[in-house]
T-cell receptor, first 114, second 107 residues
Framework: EPEVTQTPSHQVTQMGQEVILRCVPI?????FYWYRQILGQKVEFLVS????????KSEIFDDQFSVERPDGSNFTLKIRSTKLEDSAMYFC????????????FGPGTRLLVL | QQQVKQSPQSLIVQKGGISIINCAYE??????FPWYQQFPGKGPALLIA?????SEKKEGRFTISFNKSAKQFSLHIMDSQPGDSATYFC??????FGAGTRLTVKP
């Protein structure tokens, strides 16, 4: 069964460093998402991406964040200058079509900022 | 307007019992209400979802009850099993999650 994959599974970084989280969505999916989940808290929407551009973003997704689909398979989230409060689990998700609302989540990347 | 409120925060049920988790939303424009199941160390996985034009949807042991006028919906897990122990999130539209309910089913 096709699945969303994410790398790395864990990342430790120093405050102020840049990190890039990578996702490979399901191959025929057209809509891509990033979410974060601070330990023990709810899942929070960050950004959605369709047709090579951001379609929606939350107030969390400030200028420190950017997303990119550099090729036909990868979808990345970049945090330019990490802060302690960026420590969280980051989930990528994808879905096939508009009108089909089922999103498929990856296993997540646990980011720890020291 | 954008919040989804979920209760209880945690729930302990005996094997074979019924687990009930409740959610309330504010924005009447929301038109899709999924429930996700999340096991430790894993991403959320869609369990069951409903649209507001129906009042109930059942899939196996899992049922969503939807009350459009009250802006509330709930997940019922019948014959709860230890393997159902997980965190459950409701959501309104695919993107707005509730705070989660940690369900423990005791054998």
């Amino acid at each position: 069964e096709p699945e969303v994959t994410q790398t790395p599974s864990h990342q430790v970084t120093q405050m102020g460093q840049e990190v890039i989280l990578r996702c490979v969505p399901i191959s025929n999916h057209l809509y891509f998402y990033w979410y974060r989940q601070i330990l023990g808290q709810k899942v929070e929407f960050l950004v959605s991406f369709y047709n090579n551009e951001i379609s929606e973003k939350s107030e969390i997704f400030d200028d420190q964040f950017s997303v990119e689909r550099p090729d036909g398979s990868n979808f990345t989230l970049k945090i330019r200058s990490t802060k302690l409060e960026d420590s969280a689990m980051y989930f990528c998700a994808s879905k096939f079509l508009t009108g089909e609302e089922t999103q498929y989540f990856g296993p997540g990347t646990r980011l720890l900022v020291l | 307007q954008q919040q989804v409120k979920q209760s209880p925060q945690s729930l302990i049920v005996q094997k074979g019992g019924i687990s009930i988790i409740n959610c309330a939303y504010e924005n009447t424009a929301f038109d899709y209400f999924p429930w996700y199941q999340q096991f430790p160390g894993k991403g959320p996985a869609l369990l069951i979802a409903i649209r507001p034009d129906v009042s109930e949807k059942k899939e196996g042991r899992f049922t969503i009850s939807f009350n459009k006028s009250a802006k509330q919906f709930s997940l019922h897990i019948m014959d709860s099993q230890p393997g159902d122990s997980a965190t459950y999130f409701c959501a309104a539209t695919p993107k707005r999650f509730g705070a989660g309910t940690r369900l423990t089913v005791k054998p």
